[in-house]
Nanobody, 127 residues
Framework: QVQLVESGGGLVQAGGSLRLSCAASGRTFSSYAMGWFRQAPGKEREFVAVISGSGAYTYYTNSVKGRFTISRDNAKNTVYLQMNSLKPEDTAVYYC????????????????????WGQGTQVTVSS
C-alpha cells in the first residue's frame, strides 16, 4: 500500500498563500489520480481538488476555484496544492489521497473512491 506524507501547512493571514506537498512511496504513482480533501473542526471531510495520473486533467470544488491549483510531479512522486487568497474558512486539516484509477471522471469525489490517505497537515488562516 502506498504511503502518503503531507507537508507545508501552517499559520497564515487572510489573503496569504501556502503550498502543500504530498510525497508518495511506490513505483506506480503516475497510474493513479490524486486528490486533496480537508476537514474543518466539527465538520465532515470534504473534497477540494483532484488531478489525473498524467496531470492533464484537474477538477476543483467551487469554493476554491480560481484560488487553489493542484499539480503533480510524477518524477518526484509528489502532488501539490498551491493555495492563494486564503480565507479563514479555508482553515482545516488537509489530506491527500490516492484515487483508485488514473482518471478524474466516471466517479464521485467521495472518500470511498480514494484508497490510501496521508496523516494530514493543519492549515490555519487568521482574519
Amino acid at each position: 500500500q502506498v504511503q502518503l506524507v503531507e507537508s507545508g501547512g501552517g499559520l497564515v493571514q487572510a489573503g496569504g498563500s501556502l503550498r502543500l506537498s504530498c510525497a508518495a512511496s511506490g513505483r506506480t504513482f503516475s497510474s493513479y489520480a490524486m486528490g486533496w480533501f480537508r476537514q474543518a473542526p466539527g465538520k465532515e471531510r470534504e473534497f477540494v481538488a483532484v488531478i489525473s495520473g498524467s496531470g492533464a486533467y484537474t477538477y476543483y470544488t467551487n469554493s476554491v476555484k480560481g484560488r487553489f491549483t493542484i499539480s503533480r510531479d510524477n518524477a518526484k512522486n509528489t502532488v501539490y496544492l498551491q493555495m492563494n487568497s486564503l480565507k479563514p474558512e479555508d482553515t482545516a486539516v488537509y489530506y491527500c489521497a490516492q484515487g483508485r484509477t488514473s482518471y478524474t471522471t466516471g466517479y464521485t469525489y467521495t472518500e470511498a473512491n480514494f484508497g490510501s490517505w496521508g496523516q494530514g497537515t493543519q492549515v490555519t488562516v487568521s482574519s
